[in-house]
């Protein structure tokens, strides 16, 4: 594990990087910028900021560099994302950010989840594991119990890369009103496409763009605004 010095909008931060998977998710954050569609958002947030598939905290980071005081409420089911998630808080001496050891999903209670070889491509769907390490049994919440259990009332912006999940966890979602805008990463697979995930946004009142990835043509953003 190799410790970086990170410099983004005139803020300094200490990471660490345990393989090219993390090198690859701090460039598509800071250096391609693929939530730059976002970064007024971000800047201008009072309410709470949603980080759902944290990983080990790099867009937590790049939320910090933008505004240094909003909450941010980061959710990660893997144990050794979340050890350096952690790590990433303590070595910068970051405040008010809540870490919850879960994943979002159609409902509350315990799911498989399938961790690969890398750290990035981890899923409760095993198909979209190409290479499976192992699996473990996570804590799951529903965006509905996760609200609730939080006493979120509103949430300036819902980021999503939950590696598939995304499909079951806006179809089963009910409180539109507390959600300001929302920032995905979809992943097309089986019969399931990411025009159903704009369907869903623009029957609740969002404003849709979508942007498909540089890399895989399965993958790609959408950014939805109220």
């Avoid at 159609?106 to 981890?122: E, T, V, Y």
Wanted: proline share 2%.
């Amino acid at each position: 594990m190799k410790l970086n010095n990170l410099h983004f909008n005139n803020q300094d931060f200490k990471v660490y990087t345990r393989s090219q998977a993390d090198k690859s998710i701090m460039k598509e954050i800071f250096e391609l910028r693929e939530y730059k569609e976002v970064e007024t958002i971000i800047k201008s947030a009072k309410e709470t900021i949603i980080d759902a598939g944290a990983q080990a905290g790099f867009f937590v980071l790049y939320c910090r560099a933008l505004n240094p005081e909003v909450k941010i409420l980061a959710i990660e089911p893997d144990e050794d994302n979340l050890e350096l998630l952690n790590q990433h808080l303590e070595i910068n001496n970051l405040k008010n950010i809540e870490v919850m050891p879960a994943a979002l999903a159609a409902k509350s209670g315990l799911r498989d989840f399938f961790i690969s070889s890398d750290s990035h491509n981890h899923s409760l769907f095993r198909v979209l594991v190409p290479k499976i390490n192992k699996n473990a049994k996570v804590k799951t919440y529903s965006l509905d119990d996760l609200l609730k259990e939080q006493g979120i009332e509103k949430v300036a912006l819902l980021k999503l890369d939950i590696e598939g999940a995304e499909y079951e966890v806006l179809g089963n979602f009910t409180y539109w009103e507390k959600i300001k805008n929302i920032a995905l990463e979809y992943h097309d697979f089986g019969d399931l496409k990411h025009q159903e995930l704009e369907k869903i946004l623009v029957e609740n009142g969002f404003k849709v763009k979508s942007r498909s990835s540089k890399f895989d043509r399965n993958l790609g953003f959408i950014f939805a605004v109220k």
